[in-house]
């Protein structure tokens, strides 16, 4: 199971971090991701971090405010987001994918993954 926390009401400009707490996961997972769904906007992947050596990728709208990060001993990815804005209000997941897929350009991608989280609300706003 994935367990997402650490959202919450924020104000603009301030940094959060949300922890995925991966449970239960086997080491067998390829990598874990993390998405958000904006009001009425379609859920799209923020940055995903592979298992075996701890690579990451970021999408191209992370804009280098967002850093994953994992500790793997406690089987906790984390994702650092600073200087929120208000557009960042959402609900964030954190999802695993056991299928291995990576593109010439990233260690792991937005694709395939079958076990999620319920999720983190995150509300930016002064």
């Known amino acids: 199971q994935l367990v997402e926390s650490g959202g919450g009401l924020v104000q603009p400009g301030r940094s959060l971090r949300l922890s995925c707490a991966a449970s239960?996961?086997?080491?067998?997972?390829?990598?874990i991701a993390w998405f958000r769904q904006a009001p009425q906007r379609e859920r799209t992947g923020i940055s995903c971090?592979?298992?075996?050596?701890?690579?990451?990728y970021y999408a191209d709208s992370a804009e280098g405010r967002f850093t994953i990060s994992r500790d793997k001993g406690k089987n906790i990815v984390y994702l650092e987001i600073n200087n929120l804005k208000p557009e960042d209000t959402a609900d964030y997941y954190c999802?695993?994918?056991?299928?291995?897929?990576?593109?010439?350009?990233?260690?792991?991608?937005?694709?395939?993954?079958?076990?999620w989280g319920q999720g983190t609300q995150v509300t930016v706003s002064a």
């Open positions: 999802a695993a994918t056991t299928t291995p897929t990576t593109t010439s350009q990233a260690s792991c991608t937005f694709w395939n993954y079958d076990d």
């Open positions: 239960g996961l086997t080491s067998d997972y390829f990598a």
């Open positions: 971090i592979r298992n075996a050596d701890g690579n990451v």
